[in-house]
């Protein structure tokens, strides 16, 4: 059989590139964000097409730092090209709003690292998903009752189809028997397809990508340890000490394969990439400049650190409003983050957060009675913000219809279906939109020349679309960024 693709994958299960926050991204000649409209009041909205990114990262960072900005009401709208890309999307966004009477801080960082990087999870991760899928089967299948569980989420522009295929995702999901997603050995079928005759000596082969590679390209924070664990097993991050042994389905897809018979047939595996890992989205970039601190030219923390700071951070701010503040003590330590900074959080997201548990309850008991036999309880309120699925691929078909002529003012464009980025497109963009191209720099498998290469190539689609560099590109940038000036 064939490899199923490079080490890239034929899915992005994460990014490759780091995390924003897209309101902030909205450049300062966009003046299309304060042109009034017909009864003369400025725009109080913000809308934001993302297309492939693989996850859902821009969408909680710039939900968690909203209150950083002017308020604006955000609609974020998603195209990806797998259903099961959409279905981690609603189970990551379903956890990060978790409220605190239901999941602490600590519970939902470790929780979310694990969903997000690893392929073999604890058993009480792997009950968690069983649990939310059985609650995205009924939001799936009744729509209403999805409003009233998960507000911030709409379904409703998906195909019927799609959310059928998306229930049987979904039921793949809550099956109880590992067997049918061993993930050890489809993993380590994918690491001897791809390597070839270096499996024997992978070591060496990794820690090459690592040294000559990462670290080269700015990624220095990623240890040997945390690299050579995940390119050998495809487990990024153990925050907990715990037995890793449930197999991680949410990063089961399907894909068809040809045979040596030449007959093509249908397969469950893990096909996404196995190279660069889901280290830079969230852990090398940071707001918080102790943790890049070094020792001996060593630096102390790594990038299982930094991404449990970020998503700690995100989850303190998403929940309170408040940006957080990393204690002294912990700054000053030289010892993991994972239990001070995490429990530090916790207890001040307690106090913080008091007054803001107290106006709600309420909202709480009302919401639990009103669908006693469903799962229901009030996640976070985000009542400003939206983020609509669109239908899987549908970049190309909906430029033509009304209500999305010029409405996007961020746009975000990944690596993997930048190719569909064409000047049939030009219409939907407001006037002075930002655009945001993720560029290779990530992709261990392409070279600095195909980067550069790579990275003209999309300055010159985006010139064909009505779009204006920026900014000069230099090698070092994961990001191309764009103004729209029109025809």
């Given at each position: ?35 009034p ?35 604006k ?11 099961e ?22 519970e ?41 569980r998960?507000?911030?989420v ?93 197999p ?122 009103k ?61 002075d ?32 679309v ?22």
């Amino acid at each position: 059989m064939s490899s199923g693709g490079e080490g890239f994958g034929s899915i992005t299960w994460w990014g490759f590139s780091p995390v924003l926050d897209l309101q902030n991204e909205v450049l300062e000649s966009n003046s299309s964000m304060d042109i009034p409209d017909e009864d003369g009041k400025e725009s109080e909205s913000l809308n934001i097409l993302i297309v492939g990114a693989g996850d859902c990262r821009h969408i909680i960072k710039t939900i968690a730092q909203r209150k950083r900005h002017k308020h604006k009401k955000i609609h974020f709208y998603v195209i990806e090209n797998n259903p099961e890309l959409l279905a981690r999307h609603l189970l990551l966004m379903t956890l990060a709003v978790e409220p605190q009477d239901k999941m602490g801080l600590q519970e939902k960082t470790e929780l979310f690292l694990e969903i997000y990087g690893n392929t073999l999870i604890r058993q009480q991760t792997y009950q968690y998903i069983q649990d939310k899928a059985n609650l995205f089967i009924e939001m799936t299948a009744d729509l209403d009752y999805a409003d009233e569980r998960m507000p911030i989420v709409d379904m409703s522009q998906m195909k019927h189809k799609e959310r059928d295929i998306l229930q049987g995702v979904f039921k793949f999901w809550r099956e109880a028997d590992p067997r049918y997603f061993d993930v050890s050995n489809l993993w380590d079928h994918r690491l001897r397809c791809y390597l070839g005759a270096r499996y024997d000596n992978r070591t060496g082969a990794f820690d090459w990508d690592l040294n000559m590679k990462l670290h080269e390209i700015g990624a220095k924070v990623i240890s040997k340890l945390e690299y050579l664990r995940w390119r050998e097993k495809g487990i990024a991050f153990e925050a907990r000490e715990g037995v890793y042994d449930r197999p991680n389905k949410t990063l089961s897809s399907g894909m068809f394969i040809k045979t040596r018979d030449g007959n093509t047939v249908p397969m469950r595996g893990y096909w996404g990439d196995m190279v660069t890992g889901p280290f830079v989205t969230f852990g090398i970039e940071s707001e918080e400049q102790s943790l890049y601190k070094l020792a001996n030219g060593q630096h102390i923390k790594n990038s299982q650190d930094i991404t449990l700071h970020n998503l700690l951070a995100l989850f303190h701010e998403l929940q309170t409003g408040a940006k957080y503040e990393l204690p002294p003590e912990a700054a000053d330590s030289d010892c993991s983050s994972k239990v001070v900074e995490i429990e530090d959080v916790e207890m001040d997201a307690e106090v913080t957060g008091e007054n803001h548990e107290h106006d709600e309850d309420s909202h709480h008991a009302q919401q639990h009675h009103k669908h006693k036999h469903k799962e229901f309880y009030a996640p976070i309120q985000c009542d400003d913000v939206c983020v609509h699925f669109l239908p899987l691929n549908c970049l190309n078909n909906i430029h033509s219809k009304t209500k999305f002529q010029k409405l996007f003012n961020v746009v975000f464009m990944s690596t993997s279906m930048v190719q569909q980025f064409h000047p049939v497109l030009r219409p939907m963009f407001a006037n002075d939109c930002t655009l945001i191209m993720e560029l290779a720099t990530f992709i261990l498998d392409v070279n600095k020349d195909q980067a550069s290469g790579f990275a003209k190539r999309v300055t010159e689609m985006a010139r064909d679309v009505g779009f204006e560099l920026a900014a000069p590109i230099n090698p070092a940038q994961t990001f191309a960024r764009f103004v729209f000036k029109g025809a």
